[in-house]
């Protein structure tokens, strides 16, 4: 059933140190190895008691005062229950636990969503959730090479505060082995090709479409293909490596790049000379004073650079691995997972192995001082639309809409509906050293992302106020947070029956040798089917054929922590290249047995869990739940999620095993005993339905729906499973209050 | 009106839709016409079998006697004169009369990745867009019939529809004759208890929707009353093979592919447009013939099976059966006796959907090595596939980003396969 593999969270520290290593500290990233508390506080200040922090406040002065003189149907605040929804939903992907919304609601009203704000920030889930935005931007497929060690940074990276501005760089400028350099998967998603990296440069980390202009000056657009050439230069030399031996996949610098000028179909035969790069943005002048969120920009990294450099002195490589040492032997005491510790110890050897090796091929796997180049330049403070363009995608997925759409279309004639609240957005987040958590807080504790919906008003005044930020759209959640908000509410997260309570009949196929001997194992229903042509993971939730709503897990600390495990690359490179070519195994084995396939009849204990989606190789497989929910391939450029209905998505939903298993009530549930219980009280239980899976109590009226729904069948557990099942289903449950 | 689809089984519903769909059909093959470019365009259906891996030539399609690359197969006659197959496939060679071959097929890729993108899409893989696979691209062109998703893709999954969208996706039937457990309540909830949960259901949206009437809600009911429509649906026993009386299915074949088979001919029956079967384990490195052998045993009576049955019915003439696979293989045996990628030449089946029986186009030279005559390119096949259908393969449809993109990259139909 589900395989979920133990984390191991205690080796955050030593995996961060082995990173460092492993860059050679080129970007210096040693502060994510220091508690996260000192990056803390560089982010937002939370504002006294019952206020938003300031940032917040400035930010709905400043989108007011855009709003001036339009005549606009404002919508109150949400109210307390429906913010814990949204905002745990948009935070941590998932709804809020009937425990938490006690909590919440035992908190003073004047604080609660402020302290909520920050204990969600603090979640776990919090990196799960956004590694998902962080992966439809970036484009990152797991079963591309390179690409499960690439989400498996990303998630670190949001986990450890990395400033998003050094993420950047890192991704752009790396070189290497995926395993050893995870950022790479940037460079390797797009097959080290300089056209290809170019147009999703510019397109991912700017909201800049000049990819057209890779064939002809842009059209609609001030782009030539000349700025587009040398854009694309600074990737000339880059070079994608796989070696056939080892079959490893790696990236490397050059002599000479494969960018020349003028462009084939123009020179037609003739000379082209290597295209000089160029970096086709303007940054804002240097000349006079900086703009005051730079130097606030500048006074935060001097003050880091200054703290970083005393722990340099104190600290080598050999130390940080001895403090990993250290910190591995407090984390077992004080109650780390047995076993652990073993895998710990692994990656610290790794790690000093790693290094030495370094030394070696520091040459092969040097950074690109071409990227390097372009990587500064692109993160320059003084170049605003590196921030704009992470803020308006992170105002579109907070708020439903950005300021500019699509959030890649950044162009004169697509300008932003409210420039002036975008840039403050923008310079404050540079300002605040490029910390995501502190953007994060700032959007969710303004006004603007707190508005109720409205109701009742002329269809065009709504879409009006919908457009100013003043009402709020109708969003439905993300496929993962849809996923993962059913094993919630289902408990499903574990198993919710005792052992030997499912135990059913099931059709399996069986396949039986020619010969007439003993049947062979059954074949595995689902895992090789799935894949197809198309790299994609998918394993079975059990044999009944809902093939299309699992859940592996992927332990992205086991990622990094193999970063210098030659074995256990080379299996994934096998892994990756046996997708690639379909069935290659099969040809020698399967097809040289003779068999014919029987259903036979077999029983099993159906006690189902599942993992979190957030967790999972992601994209899926093409027809998972989570696809057809709107996770997007990741392949082409501007391929965004499509949250829009269909078909199958009903399928899934009024037939799928999530959503049947999610609604039954099993006896290990609290709400068994108000159903099920001595001494039943089944109002309570339908109140307890309402707020487990809706965040709300019931009305009057639908308290006494639910009772008569509950008590329609011939057992109140039947009952309730029907009205669950309901309320899984229904439009409330899927779109945000 | 019911002109294209007597001879099936309809639902009232589904005999709507068929009428909108010949409609459509003829109009555009009426304005094919106008243009002078229709010459018969038959098909209504394709059914492609995808081999996965990468299906020897010599050892299936192309036989070389007497000629070193020969394998260890022996040439059988077929119903027609003068053309032979291999012995692996002893009943498939009695319906040649009704099938055409290709033995030129120029392919450029030897990477199992990149050629298979290429031949299911006609273009070479580009990093940062994905074309449509061909299904897709049939499906933009021509809606399914009846209740049934258009496109279905059995075994495995069929290319991405790519900028065409979500509505261009193949439904994905995993295990051919096993239930699909999504077209029905879950196990345990009888249709009584499962209308009731549908009509509560419905209670609960609607009071939701008249508040907030928002066309995403609207989406989300048509979403529903669509999935609940087709689960309704005789259409569905379509996926039944339990129907179907003993006898014909061990025709077809008691296993995965043989069930397949039988699936596509039933679903194609009920009005759906595209159908992909999706075989691997071609990828014969070594101990070629055995693997091939056994592959034979499989194939060749559902093959066999499907292309009869399909002209009894009458069908045929309007379902193009093509299979290919990414590339064929060397054509001197390795020391492992096996043979390894080879896109030079390499050859492809088909049959029905207006292609005369018993055609072969092209062949490769003496020893299986290269194109002899008549070269295809692999847009060449998506073309046809096209043709067939009265499709325009170089219309031009807009990517997301608002780039003009060709349905197939250029080629041009194989028009001498068409009667």
Redesign the interface.
């Known amino acids: 059933m589900v395989d979920r593999t133990v984390r191991a969270r205690a080796g955050k520290r030593l995996i961060a140190a082995a990173m460092v290593v492993a860059v050679g500290g080129a970007w210096g990233w040693a502060a994510a190895a220091a508690p996260r508390a000192t990056q803390r506080e560089a982010g937002a200040q939370p504002g006294p008691a019952g206020q938003p922090p300031a940032i917040a406040q400035a930010l709905d002065a400043v989108l007011a005062a855009e709003n001036q003189g339009r005549k606009l149907v404002e919508a109150p605040l949400v109210d307390d229950l429906a913010f814990l929804r949204r905002v745990t939903v948009d935070l941590i992907g998932r709804i809020p636990t009937v425990e938490e919304i006690d909590a919440y609601l035992a908190l003073p009203a004047e604080v609660r969503r402020e302290q909520t704000i920050d204990r969600l920030l603090a979640d776990p889930r919090f990196a799960d959730r956004w590694s998902v935005f962080f992966a439809d931007m970036l ?1 990152i497929r797991s079963g591309a090479a390179g690409g499960e060690q690439f989400l498996a940074f990303v998630h670190a990276a949001v986990e450890q505060d990395m400033p998003y501005d050094e993420m950047c760089r890192r991704l752009l400028a790396a070189n290497g082995r995926p395993s050893a350099v995870p950022e790479v998967g940037w460079v390797l ?3 080290a ?1 300089p056209m ?1 990296l170019a ?2 440069t510019a397109q991912v980390f700017l909201g800049v ?1 000049i ?2 202009a890779e064939c002809h000056d842009h059209p609609f657009d001030k782009w030539t293909r000349e700025q587009f050439y040398g854009l694309a230069a600074y990737f000339g030399k880059t070079q994608r490596v796989e070696s056939a031996l080892t079959q490893r996949v790696y990236t490397t610098e050059a002599e000479q790049t494969t960018v020349l000028w003028p462009p084939e179909d123009v020179a037609r035969g003739g000379p082209r000379a290597p295209m000089p790069p160029a970096f086709p943005f303007e940054l804002v002048s240097a000349e006079g004073r900086q703009p005051g969120y730079i130097e606030r920009l500048a006074a935060l990294r001097a003050a880091q650079a200054a703290a970083t450099q005393k722990a340099r002195e104190e600290t080598v490589v050999e130390d940080l691995l001895a403090d990993a040492d250290r910190a591995l032997e407090a984390g077992q005491t004080d109650g780390a997972p047995q076993g652990a510790g073993l895998d710990l110890l692994d990656v610290q050897a790794e790690a000093r192995r790693d290094a030495q090796r370094l030394n070696v091929q520091a040459d092969l796997y040097r950074p690109s001082m071409l990227r390097q180049e372009l990587a500064s330049l692109l993160t320059d403070p003084r170049n605003l639309q590196f921030a704009r363009n992470l803020v308006n995608r992170l105002w579109h997925e907070l708020l439903g809409r950005g300021f500019v759409e699509p959030v890649d279309d950044f162009s004169d004639n697509n300008p932003p509906s409210h420039p002036k609240t975008l840039d403050y957005l923008a310079e404050e987040f540079v300002a605040s050293g490029y910390q995501f958590r502190a953007i994060v807080r700032a959007i969710v504790s303004s006004r603007a992302y707190q508005r109720a ?1 409205l ?1 009742d008003v002329p ?1 065009a005044q709504r879409q009006g106020s919908e457009a100013a930020f003043v009402a709020a759209p ?1 969003r ?1 959640m993300l496929a993962e947070a849809l996923y993962d908000s059913i094993v919630q509410a289902g408990h499903l997260f574990s198993e919710k029956w005792g052992p030997g309570e499912n135990v ?1 009949t099931v ?1 399996q ?1 069986v396949q039986i040798p020619v010969e007439g001997e003993q049947p062979l194992a059954p074949l595995d ?2 895992g ?7 790299p ?1 993971q998918a394993m079975v939730v059990d044999a ?5 709503e699992t859940a592996v897990e992927v332990d992205f600390d086991a990622v990094l922590a193999a970063a210098a495990e030659e074995l256990k690359l080379e299996q994934m490179q096998a892994a990756s290249r046996e997708e ?5 195994s ?3 084995e ?10 036979v009849e077999v029983e099993i204990d159906d006690n189902p869990r599942f993992a979190s989606a957030m967790r999972m190789a992601s994209p899926a ?3 998972h739940f989570l696809r057809i929910f709107g996770q997007p ?1 990741r ?6 999620r ?11 939903m ?4 999530l959503t ?1 298993e999610a609604s039954r009530v099993g006896t290990l549930e609290p709400i068994y005993e108000l159903v099920c219980g001595r001494q039943p009280d089944l109002a309570a239980a339908v109140r307890y339905a309402y707020r487990e899976i809706l965040t709300r109590d019931p009305t009057d009226e639908e308290l006494a729906e639910g009772l008569a ?1 509950v008590q ?2 011939d057992a109140p557990r ?1 009952g309730m499973a ?1 009205l669950r ?3 899984f ?4 449950f ?2 945000l209050p | 009106m019911m002109t294209g689809c007597s001879g099936y089984r309809l639902s009232r519903r589904a005999a709507l839709n068929a009428a909108a769909g010949t409609f459509l059909g003829l109009s555009v093959r009426q304005l094919l016409a106008r243009a002078g470019a229709d010459r018969r365009a038959t098909a209504e259906h394709v059914i492609l079998f995808w081999n996965g891996g990468g299906m020897t030539h010599l050892d299936t399609w192309d036989p070389k006697p007497g000629r070193p690359t020969q394998g260890e197969f022996e040439p059988i006659d077929t119903s027609v004169p003068g053309v032979q197959i291999t012995e692996i496939f002893p009943r498939l060679s009695q319906q040649m009369h009704h099938c055409a071959l290709i033995r030129s097929i120029a392919g450029t890729n030897g990477d199992h990745g990149r050629a298979t993108y290429h031949l299911q899409t006609s273009y070479e893989p580009f990093p940062n867009l994905q074309h449509p696979g061909i299904g897709s691209v049939v499906v933009h062109e021509r809606e399914g019939w009846g209740d049934l998703p258009a496109y279905i893709s059995i075994s495995a999954e069929a290319p991405r529809a790519g900028y065409l969208g979500q509505r261009c996706e193949a439904y994905f039937v995993g295990r051919p004759g096993e239930r699909d457990p999504y077209l029905a309540f879950p196990a345990g909830i009888t249709q009584v208890r499962g209308n009731e949960r549908l009509e509560v259901l419905a209670r609960f949206n609607d009071r939701y929707a008249r508040r907030s009437q928002r066309p995403q809600l609207q989406a989300a009911q048509t979403s529903i009353e669509q999935a609940v429509r087709l689960m309704r649906s005789p259409a569905l026993r379509a996926f039944d093979l339990e129907e179907e009386n003993a006898a014909l299915v061990e025709r077809y074949g008691e296993n995965e592919f043989g069930r397949g088979a039988l699936l596509a001919r039933r679903l194609v029956e009920e009005g759906v447009r595209f159908v992909q079967i999706n075989r691997g384990g071609f990828d014969v490195h070594a101990n070629a013939f055995p693997a091939m052998r056994a592959h034979g045993e499989v194939m060749d009576p559902a093959l066999a099976a499907l292309i009869e049955d399909l002209a009894a019915s009458g069908l045929l003439e309007k379902t193009l059966v093509i299979m290919l696979s990414e590339f064929g293989r060397t054509p001197m045996v390795n020391k492992d006796a096996g043979r390894d990628h080879w896109a030079a030449v390499f050859s492809c089946f088909m049959a029905g959907g207006g292609v005369r029986g018993g055609t072969v186009v092209g062949s490769s030279d003496r020893n299986g090595e290269q194109p002899h005559d008549r070269p295809v390119q692999v847009p060449d096949l998506h073309a046809t596939v096209c043709y067939a259908l009265g499709i325009d393969h170089n219309k031009e449809v807009m990517t997301p980003l608002g780039r003009p993109m060709k349905l197939v990259n250029g080629g041009e139909p194989v028009v001498e396969l068409f009667g």
Do not use: T
């Open positions: 484009r998603g797009d097959n090709n290809a147009g999703a479409r990819a057209c919906q109701y269809e109708l439905r059913k059709r196929l229903s689902g090789e089917r799935m894949r197809g042509s198309m994609a009944s054929g809902y093939d299309l690639l070519e379909a069935e290659m099969m040809a020698g399967s097809a040289m047995r003779r068999y014919v396939e029987r259903f497989a093409p027809s391939a392949e082409a450029l501007g391929d965004h499509d949250h829009s209905a269909n078909m199958r998505q009903a399928l899934l009024l037939n799928g095993k049947h729904i329609r069948q039947k029907d099942w309901v309320l289903n229904c439009h409330e899927r779109f």
